[in-house]
Nanobody, 121 residues
Framework: QVQLVESGGGLVHPGGSLRLSCVAS????????MGWYRQAPGKQRELVAT???????NYADSVKGRFTVSTDNAKNTVYLQMNSLKPEDTAVYYC???????????????WGQGTQVTVSS
């Protein structure tokens, strides 16, 4: 059983900052990558940022220069530092882990429950 638990969402004014955290726990062999996706009302879920265990990072164009993704591999934790937040960043943010449950299995995607981020004056 793999669990992802997010924390750190909330309400912030435009231009403000928030830091999201996500911890992966349970029985699994190894994490390949972790990351963040978001879904705004009426829109499809979209990639925000991902980071592999080896440190390869990918950002959505809309967040480049404002958001920073990082990991603590020893703690199976991924962070998302969000600066210069805009109203269009308002969404439910979901943590994702791409991992092997067992050394002999294929990699699979696991998701957290989501945390609300609201940017409003």
């Amino acid at each position: 059983q793999v669990q992802l638990v997010e924390s750190g969402g909330g309400l912030v004014h435009p231009g403000g900052s928030l830091r999201l955290s996500c911890v992966a726990s349970g029985n699994f062999f190894r994490i390949y990558a972790m990351g963040w996706y978001r879904q705004a009302p009426g829109k499809q879920r979209e990639l925000v940022a991902t980071i592999t265990r080896s440190g390869t990072i990918n950002y959505a164009d809309s967040v480049k220069g404002r958001f920073t993704v990082s990991t603590d591999n020893a703690k199976n934790t991924v962070y998302l530092q969000m600066n210069s937040l805009k109203p269009e960043d308002t969404a439910v943010y979901y943590c994702n882990a791409d991992l092997w449950v067992h050394i002999t299995t294929m990699r699979g995607d696991y998701w957290g429950q989501g945390t609300q981020v609201t940017v409003s004056s």
